[in-house]
């Protein structure tokens, strides 16, 4: 089905149920139209008639998400002045979704909750006082804990952000945090030119994708290491259609034959960790003198360990990186993410930056979803359409 076609259609059915926000919001309730001028300026904010409920994936308790986390309804507030009605159209659950339900992320919103951390929806209506956004316009969490897990939403306009339309769904619903997550990394840790050499771990994951891509976008080469699997062969194919240099495994990372791969491209001046315990020291040890290894994610659950002699003779610099603290850094600097979006869009209209391998479930086969979202080596992001 052709993309405009199918946006069409999620506005036309704005019918269905919609939901309201877990997030405090000012909530004031609408006057009726009196005349034919209020309706004039009514049609400038509004492109479906009013709802009153939605479908929503709440948790009441943290725990196991097969286990508390229950499709429901949901009363939909009246539309303040600076808020906007949200039609959601899809959005993917990503490890950092499973933790916040688990009550192991970094942070957690007030319970009940709403799942979903990232998602793309439409706008449907907007408040009066509302400048940033119109009806008709695609937009996408500005932080995390929005609750994107549901039919739709009446959201503050500071927390969304607006993203063309003219990209492709799966990819505006995985903008926000792995695309992101990448485009910080490659940018802001180490001057990267042409040439010059990343090695990271997790390289299969959405992070890790997007990495590989990004960086053959700016002629940076790439070492990509990925656990050993039955579908190796396939997996390394897939990534090196997405331009990945050089696809190697943990165990690899061992051998002596990292010392021939080295001399094929040069020693890497980055290292992104998205695994931790030896996979992370492992990637230490191949770093460049003077080099850096940022830390994003800990999938092995495992302390990262630095050899003394790394720090000693080596110089290399050790970061962490979130991308919900750099958003939060830069709230009051929309031009930064306006612009990193930018040129995030402009490579996915150039077929240089793709989703990862997405599998649509609808909202009612949650469980499904969520439970293919734990499985291990499942290369297929599970992505909730509305």
């Known amino acids: ?138 937009v996408i969490p500005r932080d995390a804990g929005l609750g994107t897990w549901r039919t739709a939403a009446v959201f503050g306009e500071e927390v969304l952000t607006p993203v063309p339309n003219d990209i492709p769904l799966l990819s505006a619903a995985t903008l926000g945090v792995n695309p992101c997550t990448a485009f910080r990394m490659l940018s802001d840790f180490e001057t990267l030119k042409p040439g010059d050499s990343v090695i990271q771990n997790a390289a299969n994951s959405g992070v890790g994708q997007a990495v590989i891509q990004i960086a053959a976008a700016r002629g940076v080469h790439t070492i990509n290491v990925v656990r050993d699997r039955p579908d190796l062969s396939q997996l390394t194919e897939s990534l090196r259609k997405l331009g990945a240099g050089h696809v190697i495994t943990e165990e690899d990372l061992r051998k002596p034959g990292m010392k021939e791969l080295l001399k094929k491209v040069p020693r890497p001046k980055l290292a992104l960790n998205g695994v931790g315990g030896k996979s992370a020291t492992e990637l230490l040890r191949h770093l460049q003198a003077g080099g850096t290894m940022v830390t994003y994610g800990g999938m092995s659950k495992q302390p990262v360990t630095v050899p003394v002699s790394a720090l000693i003779f080596k110089d290399v610099s050790i970061r962490g990186f979130w991308v919900t603290q750099w958003k939060r850094d830069h709230a009051h600097d929309p031009g930064a993410m306006q612009e990193m979006l930018a040129q995030l869009c402009a490579l996915i209209r150039e077929g240089k930056l793709t989703p990862p391998a997405c599998t649509e479930v609808p909202l009612q086969d949650h469980a499904r979803a969520l439970d293919n979202a734990m499985k291990p080596f499942l290369s297929t992001k599970q992505v909730l359409v509305m």
């Open 1 to 138: 089905m052709e993309l405009p076609h199918r946006v069409g259609l999620l506005v036309k059915r704005i019918g269905v149920p919609l939901c309201r926000t877990l997030v405090p919001a000012c909530v004031v309730q609408r006057s009726p139209d009196r005349s034919s001028c209020r309706r004039s300026l009514a049609a400038r904010y509004s492109s479906a008639a009013p709802v009153s409920a939605c479908k929503a994936l709440l948790y009441r308790n943290h725990g196991d998400p097969a286990q508390v986390v229950q499709l429901e309804s949901v009363e939909l507030p009246s539309l303040g002045e600076r808020n906007a009605l949200v039609r959601m159209m899809a959005a993917p659950i990503n490890p950092s979704d499973i933790n916040m339900i688990q009550g192991t992320y970094a942070i957690l919103p007030d319970l009940p909750a709403v799942g979903g951390n990232e998602g793309v929806g439409v706008v449907v209506e907007v408040g009066s006082q509302v400048t940033t956004l119109r009806a008709g316009d695609w």
